[in-house]
């Protein structure tokens, strides 16, 4: 499978694991994935953890997907933000662009270093709008 969407890794951080070149119903399985998992904090205070450093650059419309779940974290009162660790310049672009139209950059670290992104995680607190 070329995603992973794991609660269990850490209390309270969703970890997601994207890698190689996922097809538009492979990222449309991603996000609902994704939103089942959110919507499985119940209310819960989350942080997110994504891992893209194996992965292709997306298609516009894999893209597009990759946004719809962004945004349905952004929508949640209990997300608190999230760290991205990528090494691909395209994908970070990619990923740069749909977090700040999905609303998320404000409270999100995109870097190539792990230790980084924890870091990042432990402080990071977005306010409930």
């Given at each position: 499978m070329p995603?992973?969407?794991?609660?269990?890794?850490?209390p309270g951080v969703l970890c997601l694991t994207l890698?190689?070149?996922?097809?538009?119903?492979?990222?449309?399985?991603?996000?609902?994935?994704h939103n089942a998992a959110v919507d499985g904090f119940r209310g819960r205070d989350y942080r997110v953890f994504c891992d893209l450093r194996a992965l292709?650059?997306?298609?516009?419309?894999?893209?597009?997907?990759?946004?719809?779940?962004?945004?349905?974290?952004?929508?949640?009162p209990n997300f608190r933000g999230s760290a991205v660790l990528v090494t691909s310049s395209i994908v970070s672009?990619?990923?740069?662009?749909?977090?700040?139209?999905?609303?998320?950059?404000?409270?999100e670290l995109i870097t190539d270093d792990e230790a980084r992104c924890w870091?990042?995680?432990g402080k990071v607190q977005r306010v409930a709008r």
């Open positions: 995603y992973s969407v794991d609660v269990a890794r850490k890698t190689g070149r996922l097809e538009l119903e492979e990222m449309r399985e991603f996000v609902s994935a292709a650059p997306l298609s516009p419309e894999a893209t597009a997907e990759f946004e719809r779940a962004k945004a349905y974290s952004a929508a949640r672009l990619q990923h740069q662009r749909t977090s700040v139209t999905s609303g998320v950059m404000n409270t870091d990042h995680l």
